[in-house]
């Protein structure tokens, strides 16, 4: 069983990054600048946020903040969203999800230009990855594609099941792997609340990628021995040992599942870290203007 880090892949990458940027600084251009709109103080979009400022840091990016109270309207909300896709110094932002009730997180993402769009969620983007066209990727999906890549993962042929069909991972997180080339030329069935007989699909699965957001779910005896089992689940779970009050939890039972497989992906550590470092290569190609001509 190989650990799959991706919290040191992620560090690699971060690092990689600076070096371009300060090459960038030596040839007189600016340094790539991402902006966050953070509405509320949701103990968990706080905590990504800042994730997301302190990788900024270490990449040698600029970033700005912009905070709002979560009874901010729509109307505001879309006009702060208006400032960020004119203003010049801005190369890439994004608003932290999820969003108040009261606003529509579709109506929001719209409203973004596609070509600022580092999280990938505009339609524009979304269509243009369905094709194959450049465009900002899905950052959880693109970090998952790059450990997949930098562990040698073989996928070409292999069955792939995706757990989960939300817009920002399972649905992206399928067509990347379903793709033509490598890490890609999978075959891809996706997994949600109304598939019958989950467990024995898992358990044909060479690659299994467990995106549903429960705690525990995938057990080892839905793992087949050699797969290879990508955990994107963090779910903040109580735990009164720690001084945060919580742990994040995966949604695989990693003790069990671990020793049957060929790769697996820790929680913390492992898709967490490269969902960060993702959004830094996209903001990073968005300054370079290297996705839209
Ligand atoms: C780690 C997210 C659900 C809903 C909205 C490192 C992150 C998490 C874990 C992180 C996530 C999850 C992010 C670890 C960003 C991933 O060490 O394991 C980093 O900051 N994430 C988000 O912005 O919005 C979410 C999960």
Same mark, same amino acid.
């Given at each position: ?6 919290? #040191? ?15 960038? /600084? ?5 340094? &790539? ?13 706080? @905590?990504?946020?800042? $994730? ?10 600029? =970033? ?20 960020? $896709? ?13 969003? %108040? #009730?009261?606003? =529509?997180?579709?109506? /929001? ?30 950052? @959880? &999906? ?24 939300? $817009? ?14 490598? %890490? ?43 797969? @290879? ?5 963090? @779910? ?22 671990? &020793? ?7 929680? &913390? ?12 290569? $996209?903001?990073?190609?968005?300054? #370079? ?5």
């Amino acid at each position: 069983m190989q650990l799959i880090d991706g919290k #040191k892949t992620a560090d690699d990458i971060k690092r990689e990054i600076a070096m371009e940027v300060e090459a960038m /600084v030596a040839d007189g251009l600016r340094r &790539p600048h991402l902006a966050a709109i953070l509405v509320g103080h949701d103990g968990g979009s706080e @905590t990504y946020v800042a $994730n997301k400022v302190k990788a900024c840091e270490v990449c040698g990016f600029t =970033s700005t903040l912009i905070r709002k109270e979560d009874d901010i309207t729509e109307d505001e909300l879309l006009a702060e969203i208006d400032r960020l $896709n004119k203003n010049p110094e801005i190369d890439g932002f994004i608003v932290q999800l999820p969003l %108040p #009730k009261h606003i =529509s997180e579709q109506r /929001v993402i719209e409203a973004i230009d596609p070509r600022k769009d580092v999280d990938g969620f505009h339609p524009v983007n979304v269509g243009r990855m369905s094709i194959g066209l450049p465009c900002f990727l899905p950052a @959880t &999906p693109s970090g998952i594609m790059e450990l997949l890549k930098r562990y040698d993962v073989p996928t070409r042929g292999m069955r792939c099941v995706v757990l989960g069909r939300s $817009n920002i991972v399972g649905k992206p997180m399928a067509t990347l792997m379903m793709q033509k080339g490598y %890490p890609g030329d999978a075959t891809v069935t996706v997994c949600h609340s109304a598939t019958k007989n989950l467990e024995a699909i898992c358990a044909e699965a060479d690659i299994v990628i467990a995106a549903l957001g429960v705690p525990g779910f995938v057990k080892a005896s839905m793992v087949k021995e050699g797969a @290879t089992v990508i955990d994107v689940g963090t @779910t903040r779970v109580p735990d009164s040992s720690r001084k945060s009050g919580f742990r994040l939890s995966g949604d695989v039972d990693f003790e069990n599942v671990a &020793p049957k497989c060929a790769f697996i992906s820790p929680v &913390p550590g492992g898709v967490g870290p490269m969902t960060i470092v993702s959004l830094m290569r $996209n903001t990073l190609l968005a300054a #370079k203007g290297e996705i839209y001509k």
